[in-house]
T-cell receptor, first 115, second 107 residues
Framework: EPEVTQTPSHQVTQMGQEVILRCVPI?????FYWYRQILGQKVEFLVS????????KSEIFDDQFSVERPDGSNFTLKIRSTKLEDSAMYFC?????????????FGPGTRLTVL | KNEVEQSPQNLTAQEGEFITINCSYS?????LHWLQQHPGGGIVSLFM???GKKKHGRLIATINIQEKHSSLHITASHPRDSAVYIC?????????FGAGTILRVKS
């Protein structure tokens, strides 16, 4: 069964460093999402992406964040200069569409630890 | 802005018990999702529903659009059902999540 994959599973970085989190969505999906979950808190929406551009982003998704689909399979989230408060689990998701009938499929997550 | 509230926050049950987790939301939506998150962190979709009721094995999900309320039921609960159960609603182009219900089923 097709699934969303994410790498790495755990990333440790120093404050101020750039990190790139990678996702491979399900191959026939067109819509891609990043969510994050700070330990002990709700899952929060970061950004949605369609047709090579951002379709919606949250207040969290400031200039330090960017997303890219560099080739036909990968979808990346870049954090330019990490802060301690960026430590969280980051989930990628994909779907075939955005209507209420399109289920989002989640990857296993990348745990980012900023020291 | 859509707020999603779940209850209870924590639930401990004995194996075999019938379990109900509730979810309410503040703004009209097009779909509601029940998700399961295990200790490792991964999120698995259990149900997506926009009306009525769905059943999958021992899991049943219902939604009342007029009352903006959904319930997730687990029949004959088992220790392997122990996980965090999360309600999320489709709002615009994203999911808005509840805080989750931590379920522990004791044998």
């Amino acid at each position: 069964e097709p699934e969303v994959t994410q790498t790495p599973s755990h990333q440790v970085t120093q404050m101020g460093q750039e990190v790139i989190l990678r996702c491979v969505p399900i191959s026939n999906h067109l819509y891609f999402y990043w969510y994050r979950q700070i330990l002990g808190q709700k899952v929060e929406f970061l950004v949605s992406f369609y047709n090579n551009e951002i379709s919606e982003k949250s207040e969290i998704f400031d200039d330090q964040f960017s997303v890219e689909r560099p080739d036909g399979s990968n979808f990346t989230l870049k954090i330019r200069s990490t802060k301690l408060e960026d430590s969280a689990m980051y989930f990628c998701a994909s779907s075939t569409g955005t209507s209420s009938y399109n289920e989002q499929f989640f990857g296993p997550g990348t745990r980012l630890t900023v020291l | 802005k859509n707020e999603v509230e779940q209850s209870p926050q924590n639930l401990t049950a004995q194996e075999g018990e019938f379990i109900t987790i509730n979810c309410s939301y503040s703004v009209g939506i097009s779909a509601l999702h029940w998700l399961q998150q295990h200790p490792g962190g991964g999120i698995v979709s259990l149900f997506m529903l926009s009306s009525g009721k769905k059943k999958h094995g021992r899991l049943i999900a219902t939604i009342n659009i007029q009352e903006k309320h959904s319930s997730l039921h687990i029949t004959a609960s088992h220790p392997r059902d122990s996980a965090v159960y999360i309600c999320a609603v489709t709002y615009g182009n994203k999911l808005v999540f509840g805080a989750g219900t931590i379920l522990r089923v004791k044998s």
